[in-house]
């Protein structure tokens, strides 16, 4: 059958309740690997998925951003299957880059090449980038079931590493092939869904590119300028725990992730909200009157508001269950968490700036403060200073905290 627009879509509410078990599901695996496996081994396995995560972040934002832009159903499932061909130049840069570092870090930590994990770390990315450009399609259609996908790819990893658990023999390098190959499975289930419901899709458009020319919201200078946007965030989203990956050891880059869990879990909501906005509206011009709590969370100041109020509970319970759920080698500072706490707060606060600000001149300031944080933490680092998580994130709120004043004085003016 056909995909079509339906024409009907869920709240804001419905849609972030949908996502709650695949979250549940995930948190509890990331518990049970960490008490397991150690701050080392969680340092492994997040650095792992964060790299794969960032790679198809970078490729699948622009296209998101463009899909959610879009209002003719045949120019979005055009667009869809052209952008699922696999060895572009921006993927094949993308995944070269990664495997340079991947190169670069096993050579320099220890002397040798870890050739499955780049393999592994390819296979995850492409099934990444797979998975996230159907999902999004779907979800622009209102194809809600998706979330139950989503569910049953948490449960294909829950699952095996509870054998795994059960029988101690959990390992870094069986987790890493475990969430492989459950990310595999739903790509080529997801292909197998597209094949049937977009008939301009074929299973050569993987490998071989589409004739069919861009649509011109792509090609015009806003859509160009959205993507970038879109882009930007992603890297700043992730660039925190990028420096601590390249700047700190295992067990403390084990310590961040998993202190940084408790509230980088919120970010789901704005995603949700920018679904909700794009493919919302017709339902809003039709649909009886909101009630006024439904009106004040799909505002996109509430949301900050929201974000920010449940950060800072998140991180709370950060600072006094990490140590519980996950073993005494998890032990966060105070210092550290009110760091980090107030690092994420304020790039919420910078993202919402930017995504109200018309002016290119913010967005270039944004990023050339990310590159001043790049230095500050370089030159520590050739001084010989101790670099730790609380530095870095007390690094973040001082460009974030500079951003806004340069920012604000620009626009004073």
Known sequence: MELRDSGRTISFLSRIVFQV??????????????????????????KFLLLAALASSILCTPIFLTIMNMGESSEIKAFVSRSLFLPSRTNLATILLIDLY????????????????IVYTNLLILSYFISAQIRDL????????????????????????????LSHSLSVLKVVEIFTLAYGISALYLLFVLKSRVSQFSFSNLVKRNKLPFPSSQNSAFGKGFSKTGLLFQVVLSKDLLFGVLLL???????????????VVIRFLRPSAVVQAKIGKSDLASSSPMRKSSRFIVKPHSIIYLQSALIVI????????????????FRPGILMTFAGLSA?????????????????????LFARSCVLQILILGVFKLAHIDVSITLIWLSSCFVYVTWQILSFSKGEK
């Open 21 to 46: 078990p695949s979250i549940a599901v995930s948190t509890i695996t990331m518990i049970a690997i960490s008490r397991n496996l150690g701050p080392t081994g969680r340092g492994e396995i997040s």
């Open 102 to 117: 991947l190169f670069s870090f096993n050579h320099a930590k220890t002397s040798e090449l870890n050739l499955t994990l």
């Open 138 to 165: 779907l979800l622009r259609f209102h194809r809600n079931k998706i979330y139950g996908v989503d569910f049953v790819v948490q449960l294909l990893i829950s699952g095996p590493i509870l054998v795994l658990l």
């Open 249 to 263: 050891g295992k067990s403390d880059f084990g310590l961040m992730s998993a202190l940084t869990s408790f509230w």
């Open 314 to 329: 998140m991180g709370l319970l950060g600072f006094f269950l990490t140590p519980i759920l996950m073993g005494r080698g």
């Open 344 to 364: 994420e707060i304020l790039l919420m606060k910078c993202l919402y700036s930017l995504s109200t600000s018309p002016l290119e001149f913010s967005q270039k």
